[in-house]
């Protein structure tokens, strides 16, 4: 557990959540790559832009943390999963507009179009990206109470075997 | 005894035992209890990490998916021909999937069990010889009915669909002690109200002197004199959990239960079942769908247990109907919609309403490797395929029925389907591949026969050409069930587990 409050329940009241501290390789290289979380931050900025603009950096920044923390801990097969997922986005969303730069050199409108018309014509990747965004930014409490979730039971009694560290 | 986290140990490990279990899941917890309270010297080895009741209780959905699920709950089956890719998702932590079910509990249907014994000549698995097998298992996991006030108003309101529409329901039975219907038990159930293995034949197992080992994976089962002997595998360890100290178990009789997914593999590196070429075939899926509808009024259907009834109206289609729900951060990645138009859906959240249904499939799956490298394919049967519009229509006019403004249908690209709408789709020409489909109910890969040409392992589990090698796990069923697993595979490791307390063990 690296988050500095993990034994503690997410609290819907809170303003901004711990910041995490990904898993990393043991002397701190990223088992992620940079470029990977720089896509989901191009996608993610679209995704959950509403009509006054992207969702706010500090969000957006906690959701990069949690989703490399997620995928270096999802293993090398899921990481390339989602990776192939996002090279596709990456690729062929901006051709939905008939544009050739990258997607993250669109504006955020114009990429959240794209997104939405490749999401019409070829759901499969936006789908494998968008379930994995989507579990980790409505656990951002501000998230989870813009869209009316307030919270689930998370109180646990103790019945941990012997001898666990 | 006590459990001992692998990942946590310097150097390597070498144990002696009577009996090694390869895997702590439903199968593999019962039979290391009713092994070990036999008095027999019992090691469980479990692939996974060991995470507390206290801690994956307080763990959000995506921290226990990263951390208690396979491949972090990515797992998907290859969809070959009309087939759309499937979504497998595995428990791979001390307690196995029993930590991630809803806690729904059946036996194996008993025309289920008469076509084991007329097409597959299990005479032995039948109704009347199982029912104190079962009996056993519901009295130690505490299976119960969900009482009606636990029923979560999404379950409700499909459930006055069916009603509406004649179609019979019931509620469910689940293995739950004390639960106060939070709704997150596909996520471990955060005040040990879910009697999953963890909190009952884990204890049980260790209480008699067996000893636990997580975050241990096992490459080979050794065979010594024409016999298993033991197995070998790797501690795992660091941040990327990567192989460290070699693993050793030298043991009189090998029982693995790793799942349908693992045991297969773990058959086939250990060179085992070559001789009827079916390990790691027959895989069956139960391929699921989940249907959401909006309602003008709030749902909220995270507030109450998370499966409370099902219908089997639709059996005749080989459909079972099962309530669920899922968290919002899910059920918004399912919903369609970029930027605005997702904001827009998103608020829908607390007025939706989700039920499953699953098929109850004739299995043309397998378990293989590339380049040592497991993977999974699955072909559907055309009945199974052709279930699936039936499947979605149906379960579209119950909620219409009950009350539902729109439905959102597992098909990529849709949209919100209204009642009027419903009725012009084309549901059965709707091509496979923007189909969205789960699974957590893997089985049948190392089926059990009675004869070594047709399956991996006899009657009792033993297989058929390495003696002291049994499987007690979903792997062994030999068809599909239709219905959610768990109890299934708990009885039928039971049964391995007294047909082993009885049977004397090889000299060492």
């Not at chain 1, 990904?22 to 931050?41: D, K, M, N, T, Y």
């Not at chain 2, 199982?130 to 379950?155: A, D, G, K």
Request: neutral net charge; glycine residues 10%; proline residues 7%.
């Amino acid at each position: 557990m690296s988050r500095r409050d993990r034994e503690s329940p997410p609290d819907p009241e809170a303003a901004e959540p711990d910041a995490l501290v990904p898993l990393r390789r043991e002397g701190g290289a990223p088992i992620v790559s940079p470029r990977l979380i720089a896509r989901v931050r191009v996608v993610a900025e679209a995704l959950f832009s509403t009509g006054e603009g992207p969702p706010p950096a500090a969000r957006l920044d906690w959701l990069c943390l949690e989703a490399e923390d997620f995928l270096a801990r999802a293993g090398a097969r899921s990481r390339f999963v989602v990776g192939l997922a996002l090279f596709v986005v990456g690729l062929l969303a901006p051709l939905m507009l008939w544009r050739l730069s990258p997607l993250g050199r669109l504006s955020v409108r114009d990429r959240a179009r794209a997104l939405q018309r490749l999401e019409d014509r070829f759901g499969a990747p936006v789908l494998a990206v968008k379930a994995m965004l989507c579990i980790l930014y409505y656990e951002h409490p501000d998230a989870a109470r813009e869209v009316g979730f307030d919270g689930a039971c998370l109180k646990s009694a103790s019945t941990a075997l012997p001898g666990a560290s | 005894m006590t459990l001992v986290e692998g990942k946590l140990h310097d150097g390597d490990l070498t144990i002696d035992a009577d009996v090694v279990v390869v895997g702590s899941g439903a199968g593999g917890a019962v039979v290391a209890a009713e092994l070990a309270e036999a008095g027999q010297s019992v090691v469980i080895l479990e692939e996974g990490p060991y995470v507390s009741p206290e801690r994956y209780g307080r763990m959000r959905p995506s921290e226990n998916l990263r951390h208690l699920w396979r491949d972090a709950g990515l797992t998907f089956a290859i969809g070959l021909g009309d087939t759309p890719v499937i979504n497998v998702m595995m428990g791979q932590c001390v307690g196995g999937s029993s930590v991630l079910t809803g806690g729904v509990c059946f036996r194996i249907p008993d025309s289920v069990m008469n076509e084991w014994v007329t097409e597959h000549g299990l005479t032995d698995i039948n109704p009347k010889r199982m029912e104190p097998v079962f009996e056993e298992i519901e009295r130690r996991i505490h299976v119960e009915e969900v009482p009606p006030e636990m029923r979560s108003r999404s379950t409700q309101h499909f459930l006055n669909g069916l009603t509406a529409l004649g179609m019979d329901w019931a509620p469910m039975r689940r293995n739950t002690q004390g639960c106060n219907g939070c709704g997150r038990c596909n996520f471990g159930c955060p005040h040990g109200a879910k009697r999953s293995v963890d909190v009952t034949y884990l204890p049980r197992a260790l209480a008699a002197g067996a000893r636990l080992y997580s975050d241990c994976r096992v490459d080979r089962v050794v065979a010594r004199s024409g016999r298993a002997a033991g197995v070998v595998g790797r501690l795992l360890g660091g941040p990327e959990r990567k192989p460290r100290g070699k693993l050793g178990v030298r043991a009189r009789r090998v029982v693995v239960a790793a799942g349908a997914y693992a045991s297969p593999l773990l058959l086939m590196q250990s060179g085992v079942g070559r001789r009827s070429g079916q390990v790691g075939r027959n895989l069956t899926l139960h391929p699921g769908f989940r249907v959401m509808a909006r309602f003008d009024d709030p749902v909220e259907g995270w507030k109450g247990a998370l499966q409370s009834a099902y219908s089997d109206a639709l059996e005749g289609d080989r459909i079972t109907l099962t309530s669920l729900f899922i968290p919002p951060g899910a059920l918004a990645g399912t919903l369609p919609g970029i930027g605005v138009a997702h904001q827009a859906v998103a608020q829908a959240i607390p007025h939706m309403a989700i039920f499953g249904g699953m098929i109850h499939d004739e299995g043309g799956g397998r378990v293989q490797t590339l380049f040592d490298r497991p993977y999974m394919t699955y072909r559907m049967a055309p009945k199974d395929r052709a279930a699936v519009p039936i499947l979605m229509r149906r379960m579209a006019e119950a909620f219409f029925a009950g009350g539902a403004r729109e439905v959102y249908l597992p098909v990529l690209g849709l949209g919100a389907v209204d009642a009027d709408r419903l009725r012009s789709i084309d549901l059965e020409h709707v091509p496979a591949s923007v189909l969205e489909s789960g699974s957590q109910h893997p089985l049948g890969t190392c089926r059990m026969g009675v004869s070594p040409n047709g399956s991996v392992v006899d009657a009792f589990g033993q297989a058929w050409d390495l003696p002291e090698l049994y499987v007690a796990d979903g792997s062994i069923l030999p068809t599909s069930l239709g219905v959610n697993p768990q109890l299934s595979i708990m009885s039928m490791a039971l049964r391995i587990a007294w047909h082993l307390r009885e049977k004397r063990l090889p000299a060492s």
